[in-house]
C-alpha cells in the first residue's frame, strides 16, 4: 500500500488510520460532487484555524453531506436523509459564494443512482431552509414561494445561512 492509498475495511464502510476506524465517505457520490465537497471540508478545517469556531459549522456539514456524519450511508433514514440534504444544500451554497444550485446537485450526492427518487424531499428541504431564511428559491430570476413552484427551480443563500467562507479566495484575515 502507497501513501497514498487509504486502508478499508472488507465491507467498504470505514477507512483505518492509524490503528483507529473512521467511517469513509459514501462511495455513491459523483465524482465531480465529492470533489466539491471535500474542497469545501478542506477549506472550512483551514478557516477553522482563523475564524475558530465559527467556521466548525462548514466542516460538520460537509462531513455530513459526504455521509461521514449522522445516520450511516449505508443505512439511511427519513430524518437523516433530510438532514443529509440540507447540509449538502449549505455546503454546495458556501462552496460555490454567489452562484447558485439545483436540487438535483443534493439529490444526486445523497442518493447516488436513486437520485431522482429523493427530488421531491430535496425540493421539501430546500423549501424548509427558505421558510428559515437559510436559502432562497428562484425561478426564472424571481425568488418564488416553494410551495406553489413547478418546474425548474435554482437554491441560493440568503441572510441566514451561519458561517460564509471569504469570497476573495482568502482562507484567513488580512
Given at each position: 500500500m502507497t501513501s497514498n492509498e487509504v486502508e478499508h475495511t472488507e465491507d467498504g464502510r470505514y477507512i483505518v488510520v492509524r490503528g483507529r476506524?473512521?467511517?469513509a465517505t459514501d462511495p455513491s457520490i459523483p465524482d465531480t460532487l465529492r470533489t466539491e465537497l471535500v474542497s469545501a471540508l478542506m477549506t472550512g478545517r483551514r478557516l477553522v484555524k482563523t475564524e475558530g469556531d465559527a467556521a466548525r459549522v462548514m466542516v460538520h456539514d460537509a462531513k455530513?453531506?459526504?455521509g461521514?456524519?449522522?445516520?450511516p450511508w449505508?443505512?439511511?433514514t427519513e430524518e437523516g436523509t433530510r438532514q443529509r440534504l440540507a447540509a449538502t444544500i449549505r455546503t454546495l451554497l458556501r462552496s460555490r459564494g454567489d452562484g447558485s444550485i439545483c436540487p438535483s446537485?443534493?439529490?444526486r450526492t445523497v442518493g447516488g443512482e436513486r437520485w431522482?427518487?429523493?427530488?421531491?424531499?430535496?425540493?421539501?428541504?430546500?423549501?424548509?431552509?427558505?421558510?428559515?431564511?437559510?436559502?432562497?428559491?428562484?425561478?426564472?430570476?424571481e425568488?418564488?414561494?416553494?410551495?406553489?413552484?413547478?418546474?425548474?427551480v435554482r437554491i441560493v443563500a440568503a441572510e441566514a445561512l451561519d458561517f460564509r467562507p471569504p469570497t476573495d479566495g482568502r482562507t484567513a484575515p488580512d
Open positions: 476506524r473512521w467511517r455530513v453531506a459526504l461521514e456524519r449522522g445516520d449505508w443505512e439511511p446537485d443534493a439529490a431522482r427518487e429523493l427530488m421531491e424531499t430535496a425540493r421539501g428541504v430546500a423549501v424548509d431552509l427558505s421558510v428559515d431564511g437559510v436559502v432562497a428559491i428562484v425561478q426564472r430570476g425568488i418564488v414561494s416553494g410551495t406553489d413552484v413547478r418546474g425548474p
